[in-house]
Each structure stands twice: as structure tokens, then as C-alpha cells.
């Protein structure tokens, strides 16, 4: 069986961390997010250091360019080709899935869908700084706009299973349903 290479989406406040975990022990398989990587390559040297650390103290996004050759370079790292992977996030809109599928075939994507009154009251649940309301509302909305139409085109790629979890019940439900579908 070849391995898994999952990418996984939802609203604020779905889960897609909690179940990229779970799945990641079933499967026995890393997890990767962009901010992730950023957050371990900010403390390896190379041509990317600078410009990491700088968006990680000053909270500024990287070039779409910097931020996808860091993650083709470990995507294509041969042990995590042999293992597969479970992608958290990423791709976060259709061109950067266009770079994305020019090096790489996912055979799962993944969409943990939940109400937009559910993202709201998991996402103000977690306490974190940036989950005001009006952050809330602002990364619901980059979801509609930029990431569903990311799962959207996935359906399109040969070879990859695409399907929808229903994630508004309980953890481990999801995760149950998750395995059964994959």
C-alpha cells in the first residue's frame, strides 16, 4: 500500500489539529503545518533564516514563494516520501495546490466541516490571543473565499480520495469516522 499523504481542512475551530494527531497515530505518520515547519526552520541555517525569523517576531506572512519551497523541501525528504504524511492546513489556496500537485500527489483531502456558529464557539472556547470575534469571523471567511475551493479542486486530481467528515460531534466519533472513510 502506498503511503498516505493527507491533507486536511477546516473552518477555525474544526478540529483539523486534535484529528491530524489522531490520525497520525492510527496511521503512524507525521504531521506537518506550514507555521510548524517555519517555527523548526527558524533555527536551522540556510537562505531562508532571515526571512523566517522576521515574519515569526514581526507576525508577517513569508513570500508565497519562500513559504512553498520550505515545504516542498521537506515534503520530498526521502523518509517522509517512504512514510507519508498528514498536511494540517496547507495548501491554503488554489494556485499554491497548483504548485503544490507539480510536485507532489496527495491521495486524501480531507474536509472536518462544521457550522459557522460551531467554529465561532469552539474558537472562542480555546482562549488563544488572536481568537476575538472578529478574527474568528475574518479566518471563517478566508476559509469560504480560499481554502474550501482548495478541497473543491482536490476532487478533480486523479487518484485522490476526496471526502467530507461531518466534525460537529464529538472527537472521537470523528476520528472513527475519519479511519472508516479512508
Known amino acids: 500500500m502506498p503511503p498516505k499523504k493527507v491533507l486536511l481542512f477546516g473552518m477555525s475551530g474544526a478540529g483539523k489539529d486534535t484529528q491530524a494527531e489522531a490520525l497520525a497515530r492510527a496511521w503512524g505518520i507525521p504531521v506537518f503545518s506550514l507555521g510548524g515547519m517555519l517555527r523548526e526552520a527558524v ?16 507576525g508577517t506572512l513569508l513570500s508565497p514563494a519562500t513559504s512553498q519551497e520550505i515545504m516542498k523541501q521537506r515534503l520530498l525528504d526521502p523518509e517522509i516520501q517512504a512514510k507519508g504524511y498528514v498536511l494540517v492546513g496547507y495548501p491554503r489556496n488554489v494556485p499554491t495546490l497548483e504548485t503544490y500537485l507539480a510536485y507532489e500527489q496527495p491521495t486524501h483531502g480531507i474536509l472536518l466541516s462544521i457550522s459557522r456558529e460551531v467554529a465561532v464557539e469552539r474558537s472562542l472556547k480555546r482562549g488563544r490571543k488572536d481568537d476575538s470575534l472578529e478574527m474568528i469571523e475574518k479566518r471563517i471567511n478566508r476559509f ?5 475551493p482548495v478541497w473543491e479542486a482536490l476532487q478533480k486530481v486523479p487518484g485522490c480520495t476526496v471526502f467530507k467528515i461531518d ?16
Open 167 to 182: 466534525a460537529n460531534g464529538a472527537t472521537g466519533e470523528v476520528t472513527t469516522d475519519i479511519l472508516q472513510n479512508s
Open 43 to 58: 533555527h536551522v541555517p540556510g537562505p531562508f533564516q532571515a526571512e523566517i525569523k522576521q515574519a515569526l517576531e514581526t
Open 144 to 148: 469560504f473565499e480560499e481554502e474550501l
